[in-house]
């Protein structure tokens, strides 16, 4: 499994996301998560919403408790501040939901916290002042933020001591705007040239930030997976078959492989409940593909470059 470096942490480069294990068994929780460990992944991520408050959270505490003598060997992140119906960045929510996390979770403390999306009634004092808490009382020991722009990064770092180390964002070959923008800046009439985003990625890599892509192999259309779709997606496919062949591969290593190939060297999150796509996607993250590959793969996805 490839590596990246999280906060001075070696952590695997693909990551699995557990929003799905709600309602798995025991069994089915630990042979995925067995699984991943044995293709080399280190990392978990989770958050407070998943399968209702802290759902999945607590079944994989039940089916997947951590010895303490193994802790060290994994990571576990999760996430807070989206509620029924409203965000709450507020200190008391965070602490709060943590402390609720780490009880679910069955561990002392999480690797990593992140703020699952931008609060406008964001306080960065409170954020702050919650984040002092939590790493002084060793609960959490570093943060970061997820669908955070620029802009609103700067604004808690004005306020919050540790370091950000992490933007979890949507992003996959069908859905690229993360790169799409920047490739096709400045045309007139083109949609994909308008900037969402307000330069994330570049902003992301100049401030040492990991990005970590969700939806690494989702369509935008209905959040479905573009592997195999050849109602929307004939071309792509057509171009994820012919390169998994060329690799001897899966489609599915193939289209980890897209993203593990950018230079930002994000952290691939992949929310599956198949083993064997767990297994498909550690060994994807190691395919090196070429320039050409790549841009192949964007433009089969209905991307366009000048």
Known sequence: MTTIDLNGTTASQVVL?????????????????????EAGVTMFDHADIYGGLHGCEQRYGEAQPVPASERDQIQLQSKVGIRSGFFDSSREHILSSVDQTLAALRTDYLDVLLIHRPDTLVEPD???????????????????????????I???KKSVRQPLVANQLQFSIANAQLVAQGLAANI??????????LGILDYSRLHDMTIQTWGSVQAPENGGVFIGDRSNYPGLNDALDELASA???????????WLARHPANMQIVIGTTTPSRVQDAAAGAAIRLTRE????LYTAAGNTLP
Do not use: C
């Open 154 to 156: 700067e604004l808690l």
């Open 188 to 197: 007139m009439g083109l949609e994909q040239s308008g900037d969402r985003d």
């Open 126 to 152: 409170e954020v702050a002042a919650a984040f002092d808490e939590l790493h002084a009382a060793g609960k959490v020991s570093a943060f970061g933020v997820s669908n955070h722009t620029p802009g609103q």
């Open 17 to 37: 996301g557990l929003m799905r294990i709600k309602e798995k068994t025991d069994e089915e929780i630990r042979t995925l998560v067995g699984t991943a460990r």
């Open 293 to 296: 590959e790549w841009y192949r």
């Open 247 to 257: 690799h001897n591969t899966s489609p599915d290593a193939i289209a980890i492989a």
